[in-house]
C-alpha cells in the first residue's frame, strides 16, 4: 500500500519570507512524488515531479523539492513567498510498477501574508 | 503543459436525475484517465480508473451502477452520476496521465481539469 502524510494543515509565512510545506511518504517500491497546488473551485495544477536522478528538484513559479530516500520526505520549498502563492497544496505518490493511480496527502493550505 | 478539459463546470440538478462529466485531454492521447471526488476541505478520494476500450476500475466502496465510466476514445471520458441524490453532491475531478512525448517527460504525470461541482437538490 502507499500513502502520503502532510502533517500541516496549514502554513502561515510572510511575504519575501521562505517557506516549507512538509511530506513525507511511504511506499513499497520506487516512488515517483509529485506536488500539485489547488487553487478555490479549481482543479490541481501541476507544480513539479520527482522520478529519478537529483534528489532536488525545481518546477513551476519558483517552487522546488528535496526528495530525501533516508527520510522518506518530499518537502516542498520557496526561498521567497508571494501573497499569490496562497492555495492548498498537495503532495501525490505512487510506485514505479502496477497501481499507476496517485495517492493524495490531506493537503496543506498556505497562507501568505502581506 | 497538457490541457485537460473538464466539462461542465457547474451542474445544479434536482433528485433522481442523472448527470454527465466530460473530461477531454486536448492536446495528447490519454489511455488512462481517473475520477477523483473531494469533499470540503478534504483530500482528492480516486474513485476510478478508466482505461480506453476497456470496463473501468473502480475503488472499494464506490458503486459501479451509480457511477458509470465511458472512455469510448483516448481523448474522452465521460462519468455519470445516475439517480442523483444530495449526498452525491461534491466537487468531481478527472485527470489524465500523460501520453509519451519525445524530450518532455510528460509520460509520468497526471494532468488534471478543472473539476465539477454538482450540487443535487
Known amino acids: 500500500a502507499q500513502s502520503v502524510a502532510q502533517p500541516e494543515d496549514q502554513v502561515n509565512v510572510a511575504e519575501g519570507n521562505p517557506l516549507t510545506v512538509k511530506c513525507t511518504y511511504s511506499v513499497s517500491g520506487n516512488p515517483y512524488l509529485f506536488w500539485y497546488v489547488q487553487y478555490p473551485n479549481r482543479g490541481l495544477q501541476f507544480l513539479l515531479k520527482?522520478?529519478?536522478?537529483?534528489?532536488l528538484v525545481k518546477g513551476s513559479y519558483g517552487f522546488e523539492a528535496e526528495f530525501n530516500k533516508s527520510q522518506t520526505s518530499f518537502h516542498l520549498k520557496k526561498p521567497s513567498a508571494l501573497v499569490s502563492d496562497s492555495a492548498l497544496y498537495f503532495c501525490?505518490?505512487?510506485?514505479?510498477?502496477?497501481?499507476?493511480?496517485?495517492?493524495f496527502g490531506s493537503g496543506t493550505r498556505l497562507q501568505v501574508q502581506p | 503543459g497538457a490541457v485537460v478539459s473538464q466539462h461542465p463546470s457547474r451542474v445544479i440538478c434536482k433528485s433522481g436525475t442523472s448527470v454527465k462529466i466530460e473530461c477531454r485531454s486536448l492536446d495528447f492521447q490519454a489511455t488512462t484517465m481517473f475520477w477523483y471526488r473531494q469533499f470540503p476541505k478534504q483530500s482528492l478520494m480516486l474513485m476510478a480508473t478508466?482505461?480506453?476500450?476497456?470496463?473501468?476500475?473502480?475503488e472499494q466502496g464506490v458503486e459501479k451502477d451509480k457511477f458509470l465510466i465511458n472512455h469510448a476514445s483516448l481523448t474522452l471520458s465521460t462519468l455519470t452520476v445516475t439517480s442523483a441524490h444530495p449526498e452525491d453532491s461534491s466537487f468531481y475531478i478527472c485527470?489524465?496521465?500523460?501520453?509519451?512525448?519525445?524530450?518532455?517527460?510528460?509520460?509520468?504525470?497526471?494532468?488534471f481539469g478543472a473539476g465539477t461541482r454538482l450540487s443535487v437538490l
Open positions: 485527470s489524465a496521465k500523460g501520453g509519451r512525448r519525445t524530450g518532455t517527460g510528460t509520460e509520468n504525470i497526471q494532468y
Open positions: 478508466s482505461n480506453e476500450g476497456s470496463k473501468a476500475t473502480y
Open positions: 520527482y522520478i529519478t536522478g537529483d534528489n
Open positions: 501525490a505518490v505512487r510506485v514505479d510498477t502496477g497501481r499507476r493511480a496517485l495517492t
